[in-house]
């Protein structure tokens, strides 16, 4: 009888040692070696300013929030502020950035190759609006007007295609039949600008979308006829060599984090176009995002402006291409708007 009990609780001490071994093998998620897998995860600390340029990580921004990231553990921030942007570049407070190209471009230089950009996020999305009753259907009937534009890109690229459609851009007002003067200075900002042209304050004015379609809706409450004549993209495309070359916006990664860290920043990559693709196919989900995160405010007005947006993903050769030919024309314009040089070859990330 004794030998009978001995054996049992022998038996029964085995499977206890077997069970035991099989849980180790498992991995069981009680075990004090298996620790939580959010330790193992790449930080990655996002920035992107708010519109046009953010439209694109509303997606990659909400499937973060749910957790859909084994292997990268996102924290994003919206600025309104390109400026803010650059110096959490520079102070590395931020590891990736959505921001105009040319901005990219002039940190690169201030830091000395600081940065790297990784893809296109966005192409042409300047308007010229009209609210007199001359219809204007190019940039060539320009040529005797005053144009009202914020600073920086938007008065660039106008001058650059008025050049190029044979007309001279002058500083003062009343000019002649074939010469343009572009008035950046009285509405700088553009949504100050934004609202001149949704009162009927000025008669010609160039914004991006979205202030494009908030100006024709604000317009139409105020009794402002606001149309939308001219698509500057166009006018570029039909440029000798210049297809697709007109990129407003892109996405930049610190060189140092980029050393470090090329796997994740793959994965962000590969998440980052299908946020965009997502952007593109799926207008009013992508709307409802935008709002929810805090890249546009107004969810109505998102989905109204998305597809004339032109938010698209390029990268490799063929973004270094368009971005090298976008860059060197606006230094022929304004060198200092690009950092006072064009940038080396290790600026652009080929993959």
């Known amino acids: 009888?004794?030998?009978?009990?001995?054996?049992?609780?022998?038996?029964?001490?085995?499977?206890?040692?077997?069970t035991s071994c099989f849980a180790d093998l498992r991995g069981d998620q009680n075990s004090p070696d298996n620790s939580d897998n959010a330790a193992t995860k790449t930080p990655i600390k996002v920035y992107t300013l708010n519109g046009t340029t953010g439209f694109g990580m509303a997606k990659l921004m909400e499937d973060a929030a749910n957790g859909a990231f084994s292997n990268v553990e996102y924290s994003f921030r919206v600025e309104s502020d390109a400026s803010n942007v650059l110096a959490a570049l520079t102070s590395g407070t931020a590891d990736i950035a959505a921001l105009p190209t040319n901005a990219a471009s002039t940190i690169y230089n201030k830091t000395k190759g600081g940065v790297k950009i990784l893809a296109i996020n966005t192409l042409g999305c300047l308007?010229?609006?009209?609210?007199?009753?001359?219809?204007?259907?190019?940039i060539a009937e320009l040529g005797g007007k005053t144009v009202y534009a914020p600073a920086q890109n938007p008065t660039f690229i106008l001058t650059y295609l008025c050049l190029q459609n044979n007309l001279t851009v002058v500083d003062h007002e009343n000019p002649a039949a074939n010469e343009v003067f572009i008035d950046s200075t009285s509405y700088a900002q553009p949504a100050t600008l934004r609202d001149a042209v949704a009162s009927g304050a000025v008669e010609l004015a160039v914004l991006p979308e979205p202030m494009v379609t908030i100006a024709i809706n604000s317009g139409k409450k105020a009794g402002v006829e606001v149309k939308k004549q001219v698509d500057l993209t166009l006018e570029w495309d039909q440029l000798p060599n210049k297809e697709n070359t007109l990129v407003q916006g892109c996405v930049v990664v610190r060189s140092?984090?980029?050393?470090?860290n090329p796997q994740a920043v793959a994965e962000f990559l590969t998440a980052y176009e299908a946020s965009i693709?997502?952007?593109?196919?799926?207008v009013e989900q992508s709307a409802a995002l935008i709002a929810k995160?805090?890249?546009?405010?107004?969810?109505a007005v998102a989905k109204q402006a998305i597809p004339y947006c032109n938010v698209k993903y390029?990268?490799?050769t063929e973004m270094k291409s368009a971005v090298a030919a976008y860059l060197e024309i606006l230094s022929g314009i304004n060198p200092q708007s690009i950092g006072g040089k064009l940038p080396e070859d290790n600026f652009y990330f080929l993959g």
Do not use: C, P, Q
């Open 1 to 18: 009888m004794k030998l009978r009990v001995l054996a049992m609780l022998f038996a029964f001490a085995m499977l206890i040692s077997l």
């Open 127 to 138: 308007f010229l609006l009209n609210t007199g009753s001359t219809a204007v259907s190019s």
């Open 256 to 260: 140092d984090f980029l050393e470090k």
């Open 277 to 282: 693709n997502y952007l593109n196919e799926n």
């Open 293 to 299: 995160h805090g890249i546009f405010a107004n969810e």
């Open 314 to 316: 390029v990268d490799g």
